[in-house]
């Protein structure tokens, strides 16, 4: 291959650097330009806003405000979020008043993980300021649902956690950072190729002397390329400044009147469990509310004692919780006798013996009798056999002197004679058949007078009796073990039957009218987990009772006793429950659930769902309070619907005004 020899103009390479030189500047003027007059906000770059979450966290170390200020409302990738979040903590009675303390002192870290628990970064620490403050920032690399997870440790070593909702979507691209690029791409290698198929014409190619030329301008173009990166991103991020420190000591509350209205993405509720229910027209109930006290019925529940003092044996797998028939045997109970006991039990050993030896001689006696008795009859058996063998020979005798008569070869005188014989034979043999008889009688009463004179028994030094349960139920408590020595009377176990219970409400004397008039009632407990029960709307769900006859004196409250069925045996004996007596009749009313309200602020207001991913924050007026539903007093129209899961993330997305 020859090699061309063709020599580059220096002059024309130099004018042609210069002049993409000039050029390139020009643009990165131009996007620097745009970058730092690009502040006046557009569609694509919205204002900056903050958002303002809101918590009430009830725990075991106390009850806590949490505030949280993000920034901005909608974090974008690649932006560094400002978080500033008050921790305050709510103290009862005391001088402070109602107001929360600032939680001051303490360390707050926090956790970003996914919606599906990954997690993304962990131990964010966080710069305590004045007033329960502290604030951290997080820059997030792609989009996606996080949770940012507050893990706070007070000075006095007591901790809790909380956790907001973070939506960050993708940063919109920049187009003017990929027209720039195009612009430099096109000028520099395109203004490369238009200087070599120039000196390709003219057939004079000199690679070594055009190399650097191009070195040199592909050097220019990543220059170029990083300066244009620099002053123009090729993603629209935007500069967070920090949240002003008394952001959260006074919150702005929203426009509620103004209705703000929501865009929820579809992806988004289901991550939010956003449920909806309809406004409805029903019947509340509401009134008259107080306190009970869960009572066993006084017939389902029973006591198991034993009879004698003794020494107890339970039942193996006996225990609390077991369930037990009634009459059904759950031990035994051993009679120990003492030492007089035992003295007088061998006195009447000895007594016994006696007449044990005094019974068997007289059993002995009658037994001689009976074989006597049945030698006799023996030979009364042989005494019949004979008299009927000598029967049958009169018999014969009689037939052959009739015969012998009627052929005139004997004289009458022997037929009279034979009949003479036979009843004889005959009253022989009766005579025998019956002492046979009367002698078997006498045998049978021999041996009948040996089975009545029996020996009597000698007590033993211990008598078991059963313990058996008096009632059908559960065993409710167990005072004694196997093994255990106790007195007669002693409580051993308690069984008690809880499958229907008395409430008994503490209602003041001032409200009996009201109580005699309604018999319906709900009722709910910290066991039943916020599930309302009611009472009285015939469907066997329980009655009243009874209204007691006497007030107490110093409470002025009078016991009112209602029966209802045990929800699945969760209410205990003694156990406290909260209860309300109707008295709105047969009233039907709008209303709304009460996990659809949301008090903030000192204002009431409902999420309501109006299709497709548009949700409206509108403040309600509320009426009569029933057990799990509120009267509607405006603000809502039948059929509209409101969201009752969800809503703590729904008010995480609105933003401050």
């Not at 901790?159 to 791409?185: M, T």
């Not at 709008?590 to 924050?617: I, N, S, Y």
């Amino acid at each position: 291959m020859k090699s061309s020899k063709f020599k580059v103009n220096n002059s024309k390479s130099k004018r042609f650097l210069i002049a993409l030189t000039f050029v390139w500047c020009l643009l990165i003027s131009i996007s620097a330009f745009a970058q730092t007059d690009g502040t006046t906000p557009d569609a694509a770059n919205p204002p900056i806003t903050i958002v303002t979450a809101e918590r009430n966290l009830q725990t075991d170390v106390g009850q806590f405000s949490v505030v949280l200020r993000r920034s901005p409302s909608d974090p974008r990738t690649g932006e560094t979020a400002q978080f500033l979040v008050r921790f305050a903590e709510k103290v009862e009675g005391g001088f402070g008043g109602s107001e929360p303390a600032p939680l001051d002192k303490a360390n707050v870290t926090a956790n970003i993980i996914e919606a599906d628990g990954t997690p993304v970064a962990e131990n964010l620490s966080s710069v305590a300021e004045e007033n329960g403050n502290y604030r951290l920032s997080y820059t997030f690399g792609s989009s996606g649902d996080y949770k940012i997870v507050f893990a706070v440790a007070a000075a006095d070593n007591r901790s809790f956690s909380v956790d907001f909702p973070v939506s960050v979507v993708s940063a919109p691209i920049r187009r003017s950072f990929w027209i720039g690029l195009l612009i430099l791409s096109l000028l520099t290698f395109g203004a490369l190729g238009a200087v070599f198929f120039a000196a390709k014409r003219n057939g004079n190619v000199n690679f070594k002397k055009f190399a650097p030329l191009a070195i040199a301008a592909i050097l220019l173009f990543a220059f170029g390329t990083f300066a244009l990166a620099y002053f123009l991103p090729p993603r629209q991020t935007r500069t967070i400044a920090e949240i002003p420190a008394n952001a959260t000591t006074e919150i702005q509350p929203n426009a509620l009147t103004a209705e703000t209205v929501l865009t929820v993405p579809k992806e988004s509720q289901i991550l939010f469990g956003i449920k909806t229910a309809p406004v409805t027209t029903r019947q509340i109930t509401s009134g008259l509310k107080t306190t009970g006290i869960v009572r066993a019925r006084p017939d389902a529940q029973a006591v198991v004692v034993p009879p004698v003092a003794g020494r107890i044996i339970l039942r193996q797998g006996l225990g609390l919780g077991l369930a037990v028939g009634r009459g059904e045997q759950i031990g035994t109970v051993e009679q120990i006798l003492d030492v007089s006991g035992q003295t007088e039990l061998e006195s009447q050993r000895l007594e016994v013996e006696a007449q044990q030896r005094e019974i068997e001689a007289r059993r002995l006696e009658l037994r001689n009798t009976a074989l006597a008795l049945q030698g006799q009859q023996a030979e009364q058996r042989a005494n019949a056999q004979q008299a009927k063998t000598r029967l049958a020979q009169a018999q014969r005798e009689l037939r052959r002197s009739e015969n012998l008569v009627e052929v005139g070869a004997a004289p009458r005188r022997r037929v009279e004679e034979a009949n003479t014989a036979v009843r004889v034979a005959e009253q022989e043999v009766t005579a025998a058949e019956r002492q046979v008889v009367l002698l078997e009688n006498q045998i049978k009463q021999a041996n009948a007078g040996q089975n009545i004179f029996r020996a009597p028994r000698v007590n033993q030094p211990t008598r078991s009796f059963p313990l058996t349960a008096p009632i059908t139920g559960v065993v409710n408590e167990i005072k004694a073990t196997s093994g255990q020595v106790v007195e007669a009377g002693t409580e051993l176990l308690s069984i008690v039957n809880l499958s229907m219970v008395l409430l008994e409400a503490q209602v003041f004397e001032r409200d009996l009218p009201v109580v005699r008039e309604s018999t319906r009632a709900n009722f709910t407990s910290a066991a039943l987990n916020g599930e309302v029960y009611t009472i009285g709307t015939g469907d066997g769900d329980g009655r009243l009772v009874s209204i007691g006859q006497t007030v107490n004196e110093q409470t002025r409250t009078v016991p009112v006793i209602y029966e209802v069925i045990n929800p699945l045996n969760r209410l205990r004996d003694g156990m406290f429950v909260e209860m309300t007596v109707d008295t709105s009749g047969e009233r039907q009313v709008l209303a709304v659930p009460k996990t659809a309200v949301v008090t903030e602020q000192g204002q009431t207001f409902v999420f309501v769902f109006d299709g497709g991913e548009t949700f409206e924050k509108r403040a309600v007026a509320l009426g009569a309070e029933g057990a799990d539903y509120f009267e509607v007093n405006s603000g809502l129209k039948e059929g509209e619907r409101v969201v009752t899961e969800g809503i703590y993330q729904l008010r995480s997305t609105v933003p401050s005004a």
